[in-house]
């Protein structure tokens, strides 16, 4: 008799024996599966060094095979561009409290419901944004000291990704130095700041002037079509909060990827 059953409840019992019993053989085939394929059920680890580092990346499992075999992976380098008309970006960022994770590869804000960037009438919302050093795009040959990725998704789960570029001058940016007073320095560790207010608004340049591709995700799984916007005006910050950007994200860019004949368009508003 199963505890807890009363005698007469004979049907009942072994309802729950058959049920038992097929959780059981779902807990051995999804094992089975997860031995056969590290990709099943379970993201493989992965890194921007050695063994698990990009190079590796799409030979991990199953779910990273875009990061080998995708035609439009991301970063790249932007040189020649096909010059449209400027597409006004609307940004409809709200205020937020401070809520930020440091994955061991970089550190990341979770974004609230309520913020989003507006393209001819079609809404992305505001999901997180993330910070890598040294910067991910390349224009010229040349990589930006830092780079920020505000990462948005529409109704259909499209992404599009808004790329900063963060150059050493003579200013401090305020509310990054507002995030980076309070935000994770350890990897694993997680914050969230009631009394910390922040727009990422203010993490925008002054002119929004921007190139446009179709890409990837920068991190596994590489997912593609990603709708990227790149500001052709770098943020200015001080060298000081690159360096403390550095401190805790580490190194974690992704090597360039092959253009594949993408064209590159630029969006200037003069």
């Not at 097929?22 to 590290?38: F, I, N, T, V």
């Not at 006004?88 to 960037?117: D, H, M, W």
């Not at 079609?122 to 920020?148: N, T």
């Not at 922040?198 to 596994?220: A, E, H, K, Q």
């Amino acid at each position: 008799m199963i505890s807890g059953f009363p005698h007469s409840s004979g049907l009942r019992r072994r309802r729950f024996l058959v049920h038992v019993g097929r959780l059981m053989l779902a807990a051995g085939a999804a094992e089975e599966a997860s031995a056969r394929d590290p990709g099943a059920g379970t993201e493989p680890d992965w890194s921007y060094s050695g063994p698990l580092g990009p190079e590796h990346w799409g030979a991990l499992g199953t779910a990273y095979q875009s990061c080998a075999t995708g035609e439009l992976q991301s970063p790249i380098d932007i040189s020649e561009t096909q010059r449209v008309t400027y597409i006004p970006l609307l940004f409809r960022y709200r205020s937020q409290l401070l809520e930020a994770e440091n994955t061991g590869r970089g550190v990341r804000l979770l974004s609230p419901p309520g913020s989003a960037l507006v393209i001819r009438g079609h809404a992305y919302d505001l999901i997180e944004f993330s910070f890598y050093v040294p910067g991910q795009h390349r224009f010229q040959g040349v990589a930006s000291e830092a780079e920020i990725h505000l990462l948005h998704r529409d109704s259909q789960g499209g992404h599009a990704i808004v790329a900063v570029r963060l150059r050493t001058g003579e200013r401090e940016n305020r509310i990054l130095d507002r995030i980076l007073d309070y935000w994770p320095i350890r990897p694993g560790e997680r914050v969230r700041h009631r009394q910390v207010g922040i727009n990422p608004l203010f993490l925008l340049p002054v002119d929004r002037s921007y190139y446009r591709y179709t890409g990837s995700l920068v991190t596994p799984p590489c997912t593609e079509p990603v709708l990227w916007l790149v500001f052709r005006e770098p943020l200015e910050v001080s060298a000081a909060q690159i360096q403390r950007i550095a401190q805790a994200t580490g190194a974690n860019a992704r090597p360039i990827q092959p253009l594949n004949g993408r064209p590159v368009f630029s969006h200037f508003r003069y």
